[in-house]
Every structure is written in C-alpha cells, then in structure tokens.
C-alpha cells in the first residue's frame, strides 16, 4: 500500500499481518474492500475502495485526528494518481465517516474510491 506510506508517520496495520496497536499512540489501518467478483489473474482495469482507518487514543482530541485525515485526503483526492509494481491507480473520489470510538481509540474511515489499470 505504497499511497499511504510517508503521508502519516504512524504505524499501518496491514490485512493479513500480525500488529499490536501502540497503546498510547496514533496508528492506521488499511483495508482494500474488491468492487468486482472477476478473477485478478483475468482483469485489466478494475476499481476498488481502499479503507484507511486512522486512530487515535482517546481524550488525544479530535482536532489532531480531523487534521490528519484532510492530510491523507489532500494526498490522495480525487484525480490523484499512483503507481505500484505494474499498477496504476487514479483516485476517483474519498470519503470520510465522523469520528467514531472503538475500543481505546477514536477513530475515522477514509474510503479511498479508485480505478485501476493492471499491466500483465
């Protein structure tokens, strides 16, 4: 998840990677939510959410977290583009939830709208 990685300096939780939360400190979640039932191996574009969830401990206030996630949106709005491998990818639209508590955290969903070409 190369779009992510140098925007925040924060901890990312991969899908499908072991992660312990820093317990008083910022960090992110990513999760890529498919928009097709195709077979990877057999599309050449394709679109797809990336969620990136970003957390903050509570009673951290909601400034810092609100800040942040127009910090990722202003990375990655709309038309931006990105590369990764023999991807390329434009962001077509984002959206984010309020703020939300889950467990020791405050947190906000990002859902990153992209399309994708795949070079075979």
Request: hydrophobic content about 35%; aromatic content about 10%; cysteine-free.
């Amino acid at each position: 998840m190369v779009a992510i990685e140098g925007i925040l300096p924060y901890p990312i939780k991969y899908e499908g990677k072991l992660f312990k939360p820093p317990p008083d400190a910022p960090w992110i979640e990513i999760k890529h939510i498919p928009t097709t039932t195709e077979p990877l191996q057999t599309v050449e574009k394709l679109g797809g959410i990336l969620q990136i969830d970003i957390n903050h401990p509570l009673d951290t206030g909601a400034p810092k977290l609100l800040e942040d996630a127009d910090q990722v949106k202003a990375k990655l709005g709309p038309h931006a583009r990105f590369a990764y491998q023999n991807q390329s990818f434009t962001v077509r639209r984002v959206e984010y939830s309020q703020i939300l508590q889950k467990e020791n955290y405050n947190l906000i969903h990002l859902s990153i709208y992209y399309k994708a070409t795949i070079n075979f």
